[in-house]
């Protein structure tokens, strides 16, 4: 069995200014980090988390804290399972709430397509509410290092949402009098990459 490394961060901020407090609970939830206790944070070891740390412990210094940055192993199997789980159950609130997001963007789409508000206004902010989902989840499977079991459903979930706003966006230029573009293109990357 391979030994897995992990990196503890354990941040000191000064009392004051709170905000810096938030601001590091912020980059570690960012980060996709799972707190451990009061003030320890652990993440897989991987070098691009490393460097983040050390930037966030940099920026900390000059901001009047200080912290340090470990490198750790668990002992016990059953206990590093645990802590793999707490990962993927944070994970799985952020996969439900982009999956209900999804819902909500398609709900909307939808409603539009039978009240026939084919405007390029409507497309538009349609257009954004869809890259702001992509970017979401983006960012969601950047922190998902262990495979959360609804990965591949808000995956498919987002191919979804595209495929519908391309649906709706074929009706507004028709409804405008314009031919769709050939090669209509709607974040045609795939939300796949990892």
């Known amino acids: 069995m391979d030994v897995r490394q992990w990196v503890l961060f354990l941040p000191q901020t000064p009392a004051v200014p709170s905000s810096l407090r938030v601001s ?3 980059r570690m939830q960012q980060l996709g980090a799972v707190a ?23 920026d900390l210094e000059a901001q009047g804290g200080g912290g340090f940055l470990l490198t750790a192993q668990v002992l016990q199997p ?3 399972e645990r802590m793999i789980e707490r990962f993927r159950s944070e994970r799985e609130q952020d ?27 409507e497309l538009q902010e349609n257009e954004e509410d869809w890259h702001k989902l992509k970017v979401w989840l983006r960012k969601i499977h ?10 591949e459903a808000a995956s498919e979930a ?7 706003l391309k649906d709706y966006t074929t009706q ?21 990459e990892r």
């Open 24 to 26: 590091v609970w912020r």
């Open 36 to 58: 451990l206790q009061n003030g320890v944070w652990v993440l897989p070891r991987m070098g691009s988390i490393e460097r983040t740390l050390q930037k966030v412990l940099t």
């Open 78 to 80: 059953e206990q590093e």
């Open 95 to 121: 996969y439900t709430e982009f999956l209900d997001r999804c819902e909500r963007f398609l709900g909307e789409v939808e409603k539009e397509t039978k009240a026939q508000k084919f405007t390029f206004a």
């Open 142 to 151: 950047a922190r998902d290092f262990f495979g959360g079991p609804q990965r």
């Open 158 to 164: 987002l191919l979804r949402c595209q495929q519908v």
């Open 172 to 192: 507004v230029y028709r409804q405008q009098g314009y031919d769709p573009p050939a090669d209509l293109d709607v974040g045609e990357e795939t939300p796949l």
